[in-house]
Every structure is written in structure tokens, then in C-alpha cells.
């Protein structure tokens, strides 16, 4: 079976210091990845996505970039976190573009 | 620009009443719609994914309906328990070419069975 995992599960990191956020896949190959961002209040807002090994789409433009340097592997990095960028970030994986979209754990983060 | 949203924010009712949870889309040209439940702190767990040319799917007491010329679904859960408390998020994934493009999701419904 397939499994998705996040790490860490909370990061507390000051405004200015750098971000990464791993998220690996198990039990599959060739999955599409996504990066997502929940805010209080806001929903959940597509950051970006992939369809394979260095192909990242970008929804929104923002401070934050993302990698896949391996097939099941994606991460999600800032250079300088900003105090907006506080939120619980959340990993998923979906085998086509047509099927159920299946989530990690999230990673809270609190910039401060 | 897709919106996705959902009513009543938030529900709560007496344990083993049937509900039924509203999520409306703006465009109608959509590939497929999903409902999820997450649990607080948790990230969000799949119940039910309808297809553009269904009308609805079944999961033990979830039904999930679709009209999406009318740009709405339901998801209907019998017989209510309070381990169906969460909040509930639709979701819509917007007709695309040959990407992956990722869902547009609603603000959600925060659902509480009182037992």
C-alpha cells in the first residue's frame, strides 16, 4: 500500500531564517506531488505541483520554492520566512490526475 | 477563476439524525470532485471522489451526489455518530490537458455530533 510521509510535524523558525519541508511517497512511483498551505480562515490554496522528477508548477507567486529531486521526493524551501508565511502546510500525492488526491500528516509551521 | 463553496460553515446536531453537507462551484467545466474530512491538526483523509460523468458514489453511510451543470454536490451521511465529527472540505479538480493540476477546495464544514 501507499504511504505518504512529512516531516517535521511543528517548526517554529524566526522571520529571515531559511525553510525545508520533506515529503516522501512509499508504495508507488511516478505519483503526482502537490504542495498545499491552510490558513485559519482561508481554506486550503495549491502552492505547487508536479508531475515528475525536476517538473514543479507554481500556482501562486510567493516567497516559497519547491524541488523534486527523486521521483517520490518533495520539498518545500524559503530563503528568508516571511511572518505571512506561517501556516500548516500539507504534502499530497495522487497517481493521475484523475484519481483521489491522498494527504501527509501537514506540518505545522509558526514563524515568529 | 473557480470558487468552491461550502454551507452551513458549521453543523451540529444530536447523534444518529441523517445531514446532508452543500458544496457549490462557480465553473461548471470541472474533471472530477472529492470530499475529504479532517480532524483537527490532521491533514485531510479521502472519503468519496465523483467522476464529471457521475451522478453520485457510495461509501457505507456517506453518498456523495454531483449536478454539475447546476455546479452543485452533497454528500449525505446517515445515521449520524460522534466519530463523524470533523471538518468537512469539497473540492474540485478543473478540466486540464495534460497536467496535474491540483483541486480547488472549499472553506469547509466543521461538523459536531453531540452524542
Known amino acids: 500500500s501507499q504511504t505518504i510521509h512529512q516531516w517535521p510535524a511543528t517548526l517554529v523558525q524566526p522571520v529571515g531564517s531559511p525553510l525545508s519541508l520533506e515529503c516522501t511517497v512509499e508504495?508507488?512511483?511516478?505519483?503526482?506531488l502537490y504542495w498545499y498551505r491552510q490558513a485559519a480562515g482561508r481554506g486550503l490554496q495549491l502552492l505547487f505541483y508536479?508531475?515528475?522528477?525536476?517538473?514543479i508548477s507554481s500556482e501562486v507567486p510567493q516567497n516559497l520554492s519547491a524541488s523534486r529531486p527523486q521521483d517520490r521526493q518533495f520539498i518545500l524551501s524559503s530563503k528568508k520566512l516571511l511572518l505571512s508565511d506561517s501556516g500548516f502546510y500539507l504534502c499530497?500525492?495522487?497517481?493521475?490526475?484523475?484519481?483521489?488526491?491522498?494527504f501527509g500528516n501537514g506540518t505545522r509551521l509558526t514563524v515568529t | 477563476k473557480q470558487e468552491v463553496t461550502q454551507i452551513p460553515a458549521a453543523l451540529s446536531v444530536p447523534e444518529g439524525e441523517n445531514l446532508v453537507l452543500n458544496c457549490s462551484f462557480t465553473?461548471?467545466?470541472?474533471?472530477?470532485l472529492q470530499w475529504f474530512r479532517q480532524d483537527p491538526g490532521k491533514g485531510l483523509t479521502s472519503l468519496l471522489l465523483?467522476?464529471?460523468?457521475?451522478r453520485e458514489q457510495t461509501s457505507g453511510r456517506l453518498n456523495a451526489s454531483l449536478d454539475k451543470s447546476s455546479g452543485r454536490s452533497t454528500l449525505y451521511i446517515a445515521a449520524s455518530q460522534p466519530g463523524d465529527s470533523a471538518t468537512y472540505l469539497c473540492a474540485v479538480r478543473r478540466w486540464s490537458g495534460g497536467g496535474a493540476d491540483g483541486l480547488t477546495f472549499g472553506k469547509g464544514t466543521h461538523l459536531i455530533i453531540q452524542p
Open positions: 508504495g508507488t512511483s511516478n505519483p503526482n
Open positions: 465553473d461548471s467545466a470541472i474533471y472530477n
Open positions: 499530497a500525492w495522487s497517481r493521475t490526475g484523475n484519481s483521489p488526491l491522498h
Open positions: 465523483i467522476q464529471s460523468s457521475q
Open positions: 508536479s508531475v515528475g522528477i525536476g517538473q
